[in-house]
C-alpha cells in the first residue's frame, strides 16, 4: 500500500508566478482532499472531490486556486499570480467513501509541497 | 461555532514521563474524532480515532484516546513518552454538520526533554 505522494516537496517562486502541485491519492481510494497549514496553525480545508466531481470549495479557495482530478485519479492543484501569503504547506488527503466501515471518513495525508512566495 | 480547541500550544515532558494532551471540541451532534501527528517538514500521520462504542480507544505508538462526551473532550495519552515522540500533534472532529472533511484544531508542540 503506497501513500498519497505529492511533488514537488518544495517550490520556491516569485510573486505574480504560477506554479502546479500534483497529488496521487492512494489507489484504491475515490475521495480526494486538498488543505492548507501555515506556521502554527492546523491544516485548513481548500477543496474535496470524489472521483473527478469538484463536491466542495472552500472559502479560502480564492479564484486565483484551481483544482482538477480528471480522471478521478491524481489531482493537480494550481496557483495563479502567487502572492506572498500564499506561502504555506499544501496538503493532499486521500480516503475511502464514507460508509458502515468508515462512517467517520477517514483521511489519510500525504507528505506535503511546501510554498515560498519571494 | 463548530471548532476544535487545542488548549496547550507547547508542552514539554521528560522522556519517560506521561503525557496528556487536551482536545475540547464544539459539536452538536456525536462527533467522529482523530489525532494526528507530524514531524517537522512532513505530513500528518493518523495516530488515532473515535466513531463510537467503546470511550477509550487504542492507536499506534503506544497512544491511546478517551472521549468524553460529558466535558466534550478528546485528549490524548501515552504512559511513558519516548524521545522520538517530540513532534506537533493535532486534534480533528468530522461528522455530518461537517460534510466530507476535518477540522483542526491548531495543534500542540511537544518536546521531549532527556
Known amino acids: 500500500d503506497t501513500g498519497v505522494s505529492q511533488n514537488p516537496r518544495h517550490k520556491i517562486t516569485k510573486r505574480g508566478q504560477n506554479v502546479t502541485f500534483r497529488c496521487d491519492p492512494i489507489?484504491?481510494?475515490?475521495?480526494l482532499y486538498w488543505y492548507r497549514q501555515t506556521l502554527g496553525q492546523g491544516p485548513e480545508f481548500l477543496t474535496y472531490?470524489?472521483?473527478?466531481?469538484?463536491?466542495?470549495k472552500s472559502r479560502l479557495l480564492s479564484d486565483r486556486f484551481s483544482a482538477e482530478r480528471p480522471k478521478g485519479s491524481f489531482s493537480t492543484l494550481e496557483i495563479q499570480r502567487t502572492e506572498q501569503g500564499d506561502s504555506a504547506m499544501y496538503l493532499c488527503?486521500?480516503?475511502?467513501?464514507?460508509?458502515?466501515?468508515?462512517?467517520?471518513?477517514?483521511?489519510?495525508f500525504g507528505e506535503g509541497s511546501w510554498l515560498t512566495v519571494v | 461555532a463548530q471548532s476544535v480547541t487545542q488548549p496547550d500550544i507547547h508542552i514539554t515532558v521528560s522522556e519517560g514521563a506521561s503525557l496528556e494532551l487536551r482536545c475540547n471540541y464544539s459539536?452538536?451532534?456525536?462527533?467522529?474524532l482523530f489525532w494526528y501527528v507530524q514531524s517537522p517538514g512532513q505530513g500528518l500521520q493518523l495516530l488515532l480515532k473515535?466513531?463510537?462504542?467503546?470511550?477509550l480507544v487504542q492507536g499506534i505508538k503506544g497512544f491511546e484516546a478517551e472521549f468524553k462526551r460529558s466535558q466534550s473532550s478528546f485528549n490524548l495519552r501515552k504512559p511513558s513518552v519516548h524521545w522520538s515522540d517530540a513532534a506537533e500533534y493535532f486534534c480533528?472532529?468530522?461528522?455530518?454538520?461537517?460534510?466530507?472533511?476535518?477540522?483542526f484544531g491548531a495543534g500542540t508542540i511537544l518536546r521531549v526533554k532527556s
Open positions: 489507489s484504491e481510494h475515490n475521495r
Open positions: 488527503a486521500s480516503s475511502w467513501p464514507r460508509d458502515s466501515e468508515n462512517p467517520g471518513n477517514t483521511i489519510y
Open positions: 473515535y466513531f463510537s462504542g467503546d470511550t
Open positions: 472531490f470524489q472521483n473527478e466531481a469538484q463536491l466542495e
Open positions: 459539536y452538536g451532534a456525536t462527533p467522529y
Open positions: 480533528a472532529v468530522g461528522g455530518m454538520e461537517y460534510g466530507n472533511k476535518l477540522v
